[in-house]
């Protein structure tokens, strides 16, 4: 209750006649001029992730606010696409910003790759999935592809990132159909820490990433400024992320990511092209150009 207070009510009664910025799904429905970012619409999109009377509640005056406001900034075309679609919002009221990506996020050299797997206690080559592991990140289609992957080159899946607590409604035993021979093939290494992610990104071999749902895809977008070949699902707002640097796959096709997985291990030169594909188109997506994109969007509310 506290929180709806403080969205609804209390904030924009001490910004009064200023103009305001809500950074995440969470208008106030009293106060049209506000700037509101939307970074995806999961909860209305997908159930299970706004399931529950108290959160049914608070996402009808979220879809109430929504359609108030003057101004919304939408990460992706995906995004905004979904606004008119799930909460009747007109696409002329929604600038679309892309989110960019820190400089954190770098190839690094041959030692420093080889440093970074020492320290983090990772095999000399892998295939990486970083990512939460809810219901949406769907994981399973990873799982069902590598045992052909380990047959075919014998490359080992590292899979970093933190469960949803079991019981919930987002929750899946991805683990639980996994044959015998994942003992060789597959290393959970769980949560990590946002400081070791650059190094994680920069020591593996290929970035898979077959989420059905993403507003953005910040995960694909690290690992191209990291010098690793993408896979990414062909959904949502993925290819727009993603673009022709890496490819895109079906989401329920464990053969093609099988397939895809196994021609970057064992084709150098299809590797090194992805890496160089995926660094320029890295590079078009920076923090500094999100950030003078959303100022103009200040400039024309404030006018």
Not at 44 to 64: D, I, M, N, S, T
Request: proline share 8%.
């Amino acid at each position: 209750m506290g929180k709806v207070v403080w969205e609804q009510a209390l904030w924009p009664g001490r910004a009064r006649g200023a103009l305001g910025h809500v950074p995440y799904l969470a208008p106030p429905v009293l106060r049209p001029r506000t700037v509101v970012t939307v970074h995806d619409l999961i909860p209305l999109a997908l159930p299970a992730y706004g399931a529950g009377k108290g959160q049914a509640l608070y996402f009808w005056l979220v879809r109430a606010g929504l359609r108030q406001a003057r101004t919304i900034i939408a990460d992706s075309d995906w995004t905004r696409s979904d606004l008119a679609k799930l909460a009747g919002v007109p696409s002329n009221r929604v600038h679309v910003v892309p989110l960019g990506v820190d400089e954190r996020f770098c190839p690094g050299d041959a030692a420093a790759r080889a440093d970074a797997r020492q320290r983090l206690g990772l095999p000399e080559r892998f295939g990486l999935f970083l990512s939460t592991r809810d219901m949406r990140k769907n994981l399973g289609v990873v799982l069902a592809a590598w045992p052909d992957v380990w047959r075919a080159c014998r490359l080992p899946l590292v899979i970093a990132g933190r469960a949803p607590r079991q019981g919930s409604r987002v929750y899946v035993d991805w683990f639980r159909n996994v044959d015998a021979s994942s003992e060789s093939w597959l290393h959970v290494i769980g949560p990590v820490d946002e400081r070791a992610k650059p190094e994680l990104y920069r020591a593996a071999e290929v970035f898979v990433f077959p989420s059905r749902y993403e507003g953005f895809g910040l995960d694909p977008l690290e690992a191209m400024a990291s010098g690793v070949p993408v896979l990414a699902a062909n959904a949502t707002s993925l290819p727009e992320v993603v673009g022709d640097a890496g490819q895109l796959l079906p989401t329920d096709d464990p053969a093609a990511w099988a397939e895809a997985v196994r021609a970057i291990a064992t084709d150098p030169a299809l590797a090194n092209d992805m890496r160089e594909r995926g660094l320029e188109r890295a590079s078009t997506f920076s923090w500094a150009r999100t950030a003078e994109r959303t100022h103009t969007v200040y400039r024309q509310v404030a006018a």
